[in-house]
């Protein structure tokens, strides 16, 4: 240790009582005809028996291109989604009472086909009520006029509903799981007596909203409605393993019918309905909580110990409201499922994973909430509204990594918290932040320096120390662990490395793969912490470091690999078998990409977009020059050879694959202030796999239109405004596009004291410019 540091050490007694894992919701189960069974116990889903860790990523197959449903579901699962739910909403599909559609973008059949090509379970969240920031929460227009009681049991309302669940049912006849198809689940209502939504047939003048459901005082007649939904859906063929509901702020979701989902939100736009409030809190979502035990965002009407707690709305994003404009801090994604899997959570869910753009009416044009924006769905997602990949989703996937590959160790593991951890103030940036999992000596210790709406110094210089059942395990031996401000990170103790024992490392655990007779696992170095691996000397022969230094005692051997790139660690056991220890950057990390091919796990390291299926590999990029890199030759190298050139320099190989760059011209016309007119000639897409036209303006809203319809709009927040022009060109080719803003008025007057009622706009200075715009190909590369 460095003389003058001030080492903090943070005790925790894992020496605790846990709960006994068993067998549960037997009502919720169900086998397919391969016999593959689906069943849970009171901490995680089971699939054949054996702990499978759910990854839902939410897509809303009617707010995307339906050409366009497979790319897109291919990505989902590069970053290791395995779940995808997604809203049937109502007023998509039955606008106008009796005329269903389910072709194009809203042909449901076709999407849960791609899923299952892809081996993707799904969840059908068919609401009724789904809210969504769709207009009336997906209830059709028509609804209002019905002389019903929506969200109820009223006899009328229900039998709408059946009809609308019976018009599912045909859709995806023989693709439920007793069939032998993806659908595993089915969402019942949405936050049924928590939330409702304005109708929007009437808002805004009488601000009329949609009741949350809480029509009766009787608990029990609320419980009812969502057991008449099940039996309506077993009725029309919705049968499926699992039934779930949303459970969070007082929801109707008891675990006697229904598989209760949790989740969390850092970003609330909804509190801006309140003209009152004029800045956001500070929110306690970043805090460490059990999920064992009543807390903060999670009071279960059902004792927690029995039920698994699982999510389907952890905040994957959010999409700005008028009212609320803000950039979304990607870090928060991978902090929010840092805490909520450290609290228990072995069934993950985003909300929304992948986002879009709204379709449409047939009689309404826009069929989105009002204060959101009319067409745009990007929701700030991990995956954008026409594909874009953002920072969310690199972090994430090797998350979803570790979680997937470790999930028989990683699942039956329990939450343990230190003394106070649940007690410390969102606003109390300095106090460090952590909770550990651990089934019996064996566990994770996560570490979150993340907290929304404040900003979290570095931490510095501290260790832990674990007292566990026959021994106190400091972590580290020797120096400190510090994290940079805003990053998480999960560390192993005592984890079983082939026939070795890893005391510790100070650094997060990503995958594992085998090939020719040798385990190679992968972990990265959290921004801040220097990489440390402390192993038992107990079985180990010999151990060889590519870059770094290695330190032996009696009882432990030391590994402190680099920490400027890449390093591989060669341990061999006595029985001379080789383990690899490959120790990545931060940044590599977030390159890092696992895919199966010939059928062979591979790794290798692209900034660019992977895309793996039967067909092949591909890439999109944003460059005509693409550079992939190979570690330690792991990668099958029949995949290169389309490559110009390789070069090798350390442990990585590197590939460069070169297309013909493609010039895309345009005209702007300006038309006014904040208004122009695009000339682009559409034949210049063509050899590209789309291309983005990038809007940076200052205003209040951006519109585009061509031939006078809305295409897409935004809610100027300062982030760059991208359009897929695919979306545009395949409907109208060679069409003008007119980009329109409107503009941000300083000291904004509305007068109404006329004598004659009249209502006229007083304003100051107008903010409105649009600043840049240029259009970034995409290219594809097949290896």
Known sequence: MKEGINLQKHFI???????????????????????????????????????????????????????KWEDEIIKMKMAGVNIIPTYIIWNHHEEIKGQFRWNDNFNIRYFVQLCQKHDIYVILRVGPFVHGEARNGGLPDWLYGEPCRVRSNDKRYLSHVKRYYHEIGRQINDLMYKDGGPIIGVQLDNEYCHAGAPWEMTTGTSNEWISNGSYDTDAIEHHKHIENLKEIAIETGLIAPIYTGTG???????????????????????????????????????????????????EPTYDPTTVPFACCEMGGGMTVFYKYRFQLPYRSVEAMANIKVAGGCNFVGYYVFHGGSNPLGLKTPFLNENATPKISYDYQAAIGEFGQERES????????????????????????????AEDIAPTDVEKLRFAVRIDKNKGFIFINNYQD???SPDKKDFAFELKLADETLTVPHTGSISLKSEESCILPFNLTMNNLTLKYATAQLITKIEKNGETSYFFFMPEGMQPQYCFAKENIQNVGLSDGKVDCCENYIYIYPTNKNISKTVITDSSSAKINIYTLTAQQSLNFWQFEHNGQMQVLLSTQPLLVDKNGIRLESYHNELTVHVIDNLTDKTLF????????????????????????????????????????????LKDLKDALLQIDYQGDIGYAFVNNE?????????????????NIFSKMPNAEIFISVSPLKEQQVIKNDTPMAGRSEEGGNEIVSIDNVKIQPIYEFKL
């Open 13 to 67: 007694d894992l020496n605790q009582p846990v709960n006994v894992i068993y067998n549960t919701l037997d009502h919720l189960q169900g086998t397919n005809p391969a016999g593959e069974h689906i069943s849970f116990t009171n901490h995680y889903m089971m699939i054949n028996n054996k702990p499978f860790f759910g990854i839902c990523g939410e897509f809303h197959f009617s707010r995307y291109n339906w050409r």
């Open 453 to 455: 709406h404040l900003v």
């Open 710 to 726: 809305l295409v897409a709009d935004n809610f100027a927040n300062g982030a760059t405004w991208e359009i897929g022009l695919n």
């Open 248 to 298: 969070w702020g007082g929801a109707q979701a008891s675990p006697d019918s229904v598989l209760p989902l949790w989740g969390g939100y850092a970003f609330w736009p909804w509190i801006f309905y309140d003209e009152t409030i004029k800045e956001h809190p500070v929110t306690p979502e970043f805090i460490y909580r059990n999920y064992r035990q009543p807390t903060y965002n999670f």
């Open 641 to 684: 050879q389309n490559a110009n050139n390789a070069h090798t320099e350390g442990l990585l190989t590197s590939y460069n694959f070169t297309k013909v760059a493609k010039n895309l011209p345009f005209y702007a016309e300006n038309i006014d202030k904040g208004k122009i007119l695009l000339h682009i000639d559409a034949d210049n």
């Open 393 to 420: 989703y690199s972090r994430l996937k090797r998350m979803h990594y570790f979680f997937q590959t470790f999930q028989n160790e990683f699942c039956p593991t329990q939450t343990i918290l230190p003394d106070g």
